[in-house]
């Protein structure tokens, strides 16, 4: 009878343990991944915004205007205007 209660015993502690890891990743380690995968994301999105940004502003500056295809048969062409200074009199 002593060792159906400690067998008893033991399993009990077993699943209060394996509760206690569930309850430790649904509310520490998962939330930590996941927040650390959406920082990178948002990262990598904000540097391809500035990239493009970049890119198609070096293309005005030499060429005089950019052209972004739309669609199948649509462009949008962004002309710049290089303005040149002019001494100070």
Same mark, same amino acid.
């Given at each position: 009878? +002593? =060792? ?12 209060? @343990? ?14 930590? @991944?996941?927040?650390? +995968?959406? =920082?990178?994301?948002?990262? %990598?999105?904000?540097? %391809?915004? $500035? =990239?493009? *940004? $970049? ?15 739309? %669609?199948?048969?649509?462009?949008? @062409? *962004?002309? %710049?205007?290089? +303005?040149? $200074?002019?001494?100070?009199?």
């Amino acid at each position: 009878m +002593a =060792d159906k209660n400690k067998l008893v015993i033991r399993i009990l502690i077993l699943v209060i @343990v394996l509760l206690l890891l569930a309850v430790l990743y649904a509310f520490v380690v998962r939330p930590t @991944v996941t927040g650390y +995968a959406i =920082d990178k994301y948002t990262q %990598g999105y904000y540097q %391809g915004q $500035s =990239d493009l *940004l $970049s890119n198609v502003w070096t293309q005005i500056q030499q060429v005089g205007y950019a052209q972004i295809p739309l %669609g199948e048969n649509q462009v949008l @062409v *962004l002309q %710049g205007q290089i +303005a040149q $200074s002019q001494p100070a009199q």
